[in-house]
């Protein structure tokens, strides 16, 4: 099983955000990764996050479940809902949905931030220039 943290770092005052993503695959093996983007709400920044996430996921070839964790949880309950009430994110959540449902084994848990092991690589993301 993949094991896939994610999340997101926002700051208000730039109106930038970082991604970070946080996968240990079957084998053992950790990678980071990591993303700049602009303009986007804390929700927003959090629901990119799990899409760039997504992307990772489906770039490991040879694995076939998957397990993602994010401390967000209101993207974390959009996505088991598949409903999202804010629908300037719609395409967003299009494209996350997509990504998600094309995965072949795949769950999503909340988690506490403190255990959210992609929160420093989300702030590294913001920090790069």
């Known amino acids: ?4 943290y994610f999340d997101a ?11 970070g993503v946080w996968v240990k695959t079957t084998d ?11 303009g986007l709400t804390s929700v927003q920044a959090e629901l990119a996050a799990l899409a ?7 770039e490991l070839t040879g694995e076939s ?3 993602f964790y994010s401390d967000a949880e209101t993207v ?14 719609r395409p967003l959540f ?4 997509t990504l998600y449902d094309e995965l072949p084994n795949k769950f999503i848990k ?13 702030k590294r993301a913001l920090m790069t220039g």
């Open 1 to 4: 099983m993949v094991h896939i």
């Open 76 to 89: 974390v309950r959009a996505l088991e809902q598949r409903f999202l009430k804010d629908q300037s994110m």
């Open 110 to 122: 909340w988690i506490p931030r403190a255990e959210n092991r992609a929160h420093d690589v989300a």
């Open 28 to 38: 053992g093996t950790v990678s980071t990764y990591i993303a700049k983007r602009v």
């Open 52 to 58: 760039f996430a997504l992307e990772q996921a489906h």
């Open 65 to 67: 479940t998957f397990m």
């Open 94 to 97: 299009v494209k996350t949905l």
């Open 9 to 19: 770092a926002t700051n208000q005052e730039a109106g930038e955000n970082g991604l």
